[in-house]
């Protein structure tokens, strides 16, 4: 069965800190990747996805990015954190094909001061 | 650019009453899925409805799409405690791999 992994769970980090989250996903090949931000009481914003190594597609233009360095890891980075960028950061994975179901991981709580 | 909008924003009722959140995008979509995010957790899939006009149960859940494929809605009958949480649909966009989540309907129920 495919399970998804991110760490660290919650994080709190000053202004201006770099900033790596990671997610790696099991039980599957070639999956699409994607970050979401979710502010608190909020819906879902698609930050990144991507559907292969090293392709990765930005949505929103922000101090982030995101890198997939293997095939089922995708990481989440910043070289100087704002306070806007506090919110829930989730991880998803989903079958190679489009139109299918998004799996997602139990998310990153980032807070920064 | 696409749009995925949620209706109501909050409901809160009380535990037996019935619930209805309502999903409007600004183009025709393939599909719609639905899914569930409790209280401090991650997202769960739900359902997803293909065909217009398809009307699909999970016990006490109805998930209807609409025939011009540009609304949906998912109904709780007989609401319970187990329902709190928030409520989204999502649609594709046209020829990627992405969703667009709307704004989600949060659910308070009261026993």
């Known amino acids: 069965s495919q399970t998804i992994h991110q760490w660290p769970a919650t994080l709190v980090q000053p202004v201006g800190s770099p900033l790596s989250l990671e997610c790696t996903v099991e039980g599957t090949s070639n999956p699409n990747l994607y970050w979401y931000r979710q502010a608190a009481g909020r819906g879902l914003q698609l930050l990144f996805y991507?559907?292969?190594?090293?392709?990765i597609s930005s949505e929103v233009p922000q101090n982030l990015s995101a890198s997939r360095p293997q095939d089922r890891q995708f990481i989440l980075s910043s070289k100087k954190l704002l306070l806007s960028d506090s919110g829930f950061y989730l991880c998803a994975w989903s079958l190679e094909r489009g139109g299918n179901t998004q799996y997602f991981g139990p998310g990153t709580r980032l807070t920064v001061l | 650019g696409q749009q995925v909008m949620q209706i109501p924003q909050y409901q809160h009722v009380q535990e037996g009453e019935d619930f209805t959140t309502y999903c409007n995008s600004s183009?025709?979509?393939?599909?719609i899925q639905w899914y569930k995010q409790r209280p401090g957790g991650h997202p769960v899939f739900l359902i997803q409805?293909?065909?217009?006009?398809e009307v699909k149960k999970q016990k006490r859940l109805t998930f209807q799409f609409g025939e011009a494929k540009k609304n949906s809605s998912l109904h709780i009958t007989a609401t319970q405690t187990t329902d709190v949480g928030t409520y989204f649909c999502a649609g594709p966009t046209s020829g990627t791999y992405k969703y667009i989540f709307g704004t989600g309907t949060r659910l308070k129920v009261l026993a």
């Open positions: 409805l293909v065909k217009s006009g």
């Open positions: 991507s559907v292969g190594i090293g392709q």
């Open positions: 183009t025709t979509l393939s599909n």
